[in-house]
């Protein structure tokens, strides 16, 4: 009974509160900047897209949303500038590790030592698996009620290269993800005093909310993986196993769309 309170209702770990009135407001100010830049951007832009979407006259699931396009008609243009995108993501995960370096947190403290990856792989695929099913089962009964867009994870032309930049950008999806909503965010808010299951909504809210342009099935979905990922983290303090079962989600989710498409019937 007292584990699963652990689990529904923990104590927020620590000494790190901060209370000198300047510096928590240097920190809000930091959280604002931060996703201002990244993710939580991405967030507003995807609620306008939904909106956007809901407008059109014809149904969600009769539109289609693609995530990885091409973005050159040259192809080496076109790697290089996929390439760039994912430099872009690793670069917003490092942000944000490198300011709660720079705050004075021990990135061990977070999970990204390197002392048990085995065991944090075995986690990490065994947590893309817990989430992977029943994830796609979700979004195809969000698309045959209407609720969600035809979500088309790529749709780069079939080159030697595409393999390679998909799960390079699957990993950078996870890495930049991972850090930002769960390390990062749940760390600062930990230091601003909220509680561990306000920081828990809080953060799966987020990474709910960038996911909008997908529609309310690839929100609900996104949320829910919040809540596990973030839950798992809290009570682990290991964030690899997080950033590798979201790389391997992603990676089926590219490669394997890229693989199936127009060949399978029932995906969207």
């Known amino acids: 009974m007292a584990n699963l309170r652990a689990w529904l ?8 509160l901060i209370t000198d009135q300047r510096e928590r407001r240097m920190v809000w100010t930091e959280l604002v900047i931060v996703f201002a830049v990244t993710l939580g951007l991405s967030g507003l832009s ?7 979407a809901l407008l059109q006259p014809v149904a969600l699931s009769d ?4 995530i990885n396009v091409p973005q050159a008609d040259l ?6 500038k996929q390439l760039l995108g994912a430099v872009r993501l690793i670069a917003w995960g490092g942000l944000g590790a490198y300011l709660l370096y720079r705050s004075g947190m021990r990135l061990a ?13 075995a986690a990490g695929v065994g947590l893309a698996a817990l989430i992977g099913v029943p994830g796609l089962g979700l979004y195809l009964l969000a698309h045959a009620l209407g609720l969600n867009l035809a979500v088309a994870p790529s749709t780069l032309d079939d080159t ?8 390079i950008l699957a990993a950078g999806n996870a890495w930049a993800e991972e850090m930002l909503v769960v390390g990062y965010l749940i760390s600062r808010l930990r230091h601003l005093g909220f509680r561990e299951n306000t920081s828990l909504v809080t953060a799966a809210l987020v990474r709910g909310s960038y996911h909008l342009y997908q529609g309310f099935g690839g929100f609900i979905g ?32 590219f490669v394997g769309y890229s693989l199936l498409r127009g060949k399978v019937s029932w995906l969207p």
């Not at 539109?63 to 693609?66: L, S």
Request: hydrophobic share 55%; no cysteine.
């Open 222 to 253: 996104n949320v829910i993986m919040g809540l596990v990922f973030g839950r798992i983290w809290q009570r682990t303090n290991r964030l690899w196993p997080l950033v590798i079962a979201h790389t391997l989600l992603d990676f089926v989710a």
């Open 9 to 16: 209702a923990p104590e927020r770990p620590g000494d790190d």
């Open 63 to 66: 539109q289609t949303v693609a």
């Open 109 to 121: 403290a977070v999970g990204l030592d390197r002392t048990r990856l085995g065991a944090d792989a």
């Open 75 to 80: 192809s080496l243009i076109d790697m290089l």
């Open 46 to 52: 995807s609620l306008l897209s939904l909106i956007d």
């Open 160 to 167: 030697w290269w595409r393999p390679i930049v998909l799960t």
